[in-house]
């Protein structure tokens, strides 16, 4: 049977003041950050090359998504089947770009130091990106391997 804690030695902490939500939000600083649309398409351009260019598994992530696509041009398939399989290679590119952006906050924030709760936030990050691979490789292959074991001559 659990026992009651002892509330003699607690106060009840009263509910924090509401905060205010001004009627339209301060943006100057973002205005300052990206002053247009095309800068901002040149920040994204910058966070895609950076992946690209450091992250392996990116690079992997990308190659697949393209034969598979590839595979689905040449098979004929739907543009549905097409468009399902575009959808879950995205997905997974989207998922390493996160996990990228995540293990460099970390890494910001945690310095040259170890600790658990940052362990923890990049394996679960990455476990992210491993799910998301897992789904896109089951969607692919069950719409690819039919039709290619057909043109094969192997059904």
């Known amino acids: 049977m659990p026992q009651s804690l002892p509330t003699e030695n607690y106060q009840a902490v009263p509910p924090p003041p509401p905060i205010p939500f001004p009627s339209k939000p301060n943006r100057e600083l973002s205005w300052k950050v990206a002053s247009s649309l095309f800068v901002s398409f040149r920040y994204a351009w910058a966070g ?4 690209f260019f450091t992250q392996r598994n990116f690079r992997i992530h990308l190659l697949v998504g393209t034969i598979a696509i590839g595979l689905s041009l040449w098979l004929q398939l739907s543009r549905v089947e097409i468009a399902i399989i575009g959808l879950t290679s995205g997905l997974v590119l989207t998922m390493e770009l996160l ?5 460099s906050v970390v890494d910001l924030t945690v310095k040259q130091t170890y600790h658990e709760l ?3 936030a990049k394996d679960c ?6 799910i998301s691979a897992i789904a896109a490789l089951l969607v692919a292959g069950s719409l690819l391997l039919p039709p290619l074991l057909a043109v094969l001559g192997l059904v």
Request: aromatic residues 6%.
């Open 125 to 130: 990050a990455a476990g992210a990106v491993l």
């Open 48 to 51: 895609l090359t950076y992946a």
């Open 99 to 103: 996990n990228t952006a995540l293990e």
């Open 118 to 120: 940052a362990k923890t």
